[in-house]
Antibody
């Protein structure tokens, strides 16, 4: 059973960089069968896709966040990382990592999510 | 960018049928996915490829997709179906989520 677990600081100051890690167990992020995405959800609001990465390192980012976001892989630790720079209060949200397959492209496994608050 | 529009809320009595729409330009040409999200929990996939159910999802959940509207139908609604529901598509290489619908079981 694949499990995803987000981790990182729960509080980030404005203008700084938000950095999160998603640790995958029960499966390998080096598999050619899957993409790994970050998705966020402000309190009381809907889901927003941030971007995704493939095992090759190829990435796709949301147009609204492009320029501020970087997603990367650490194969040795089976982890996916998210960096979001120049954060503001509008970046306060629960951040999820999720897996989608290259064939059935739905998000079939999700982490529990981590709340990140941007505040001084 | 591609936009998916859902009604903010749907109310339904137990045992009845809930219908949730997802509107998007020519959405019928795309594969639609539906997720259920209960308070404090991560979303759960309930429908993929317009009308396929992952293992463990009751047959009461079904979907359709044509023209400019995709639909999630929940038959014989139970109290446990109360949740937020989101549709999702891929617009080229970008995932797009609908605005979300809160289903209330009366």
């Amino acid at each position: 059973q694949v499990q995803l677990q987000e981790s990182g600081p729960g509080l980030v100051k404005p203008s700084q960089t938000l950095s999160l890690t998603c640790t995958v167990s029960g499966g390998s992020i080096s598999s050619v069968s899957y993409f790994w995405s970050w998705i966020r959800q402000p309190a009381g609001k809907g889901l927003e896709w941030i971007g995704r990465i493939y095992t090759s390192g190829s990435t796709d980012y949301s147009l609204s966040l492009r320029g501020r976001v970087t997603i990367s892989l650490d194969m040795s630790k089976n982890q996916i990382s998210l960096n979001l720079s120049s954060v503001t209060a509008a970046d306060t949200a629960v951040y999820y990592c999720a897996r989608s397959s290259v064939i059935i492209t739905s998000f079939d496994y999700w982490g529990h999510g981590i709340l990140v608050t941007v505040s001084s | 960018s591609y936009v998916l529009t859902q009604p903010p809320s749907v109310s339904v009595a137990p045992g009845k049928t809930a219908t949730i729409t997802c509107g998007g330009n020519n959405i019928g040409t795309k594969s639609v996915y539906w997720y259920q999200q209960k308070p404090g929990q991560a979303p759960v996939l309930v429908i993929y490829y317009d009308n396929d159910r992952p293992s463990g999802i009751p047959e009461r959940f079904s979907g359709s997709n044509s023209g400019n509207t995709a639909t999630l139908t929940i038959s014989r609604v139970e109290a446990g179906d109360e949740a937020d529901y989101y549709c999702q598509v891929w617009d080229s290489s970008f995932a797009v989520f609908g605005t979300g619908t809160k289903v209330t079981v009366l």
